[in-house]
């Protein structure tokens, strides 16, 4: 009978110290040398160019040599609930989140930008709260999540843009096939949704220094992106 090799536990050691170094976790898994993704998120009322601005900030980094993102809006993932209830922000809410926490954990790309995100999901509570379909005690405990100490660092850099309700429903019909009003693009509306993204901004600005705020009524499409080009550059130039 064949004798039973001996298991070497300080041997099996020194070979996965080896395999490290090979691997070069030291660096692979050192903030300080592969520093998280800047993440950004622009929120904000209908029709006021935040998916515009994202796209031509996207272009704009990308062929000048960042690695940048742009994962798919949760809005466009969730389509199996109704957005006739609050449950539907709260689910796109948890998704942004889960990306967003998923993201700082890794080094794969320079830039990540989330069209709605965790502002936005602090945003929509109080939406449901004035329709009378959240208590304030449910408004409080949501928003707290989703604005916490420990997800709000994770965004370098947040955009809340409004334009008033006239403008947005022209630009939001622009290029469509039908006219007809939906859940949240219609005027009055986006009214209620400018006054609760601008008290949003109001109420949280003042702890979080991150957050922009842009009216864009008055602005024509490229110095809507000009202005978040140049708050965004020189944000990232005094990163970390």
Known sequence: MEEETKFDESKLIEQ????????????????????RPFMVE??????????????????????????VSIPQEAAEKIQHIP???P????????????????QSAWANYDIIFFNRAIF??????EYWFRKNKLSSLEKYCFQSFFVSRF?????????IMTCEAEVAMKREFRVTISRQNRETTNP????????IFKSSYKDLSLVHNQLQFIDT??????????????NLISALSKSR
């Open 188 to 195: 009055e509306s986006i009214r209620n949704l400018v006054n």
């Open 16 to 35: 996965i110290e080896i395999i490290k170094k090979i691997l070069r976790t030291d660096m692979r898994y050192d903030p300080s040398v592969l520093p």
């Open 151 to 159: 997800t709000v660092p994770l965004i370098d850099q947040a955009y």
């Open 87 to 102: 449950l539907y922000n709260i689910r796109t809410g948890l998704e942004s989140l889960t990306l967003i926490t998923d």
């Open 83 to 85: 957005r006739t209830t």
């Open 42 to 67: 622009l929120t904000g009322s209908p029709g006021s160019g935040k998916s515009l601005t994202t796209q031509v900030l996207y272009d704009f980094l990308r062929i000048k040599g960042l690695r």
């Open 217 to 230: 009524t008055n602005m024509t499409e490229q110095e809507m992106v000009d202005i978040v080009a140049q």
């Open 120 to 125: 936005d999901a602090y945003s929509w509570m």
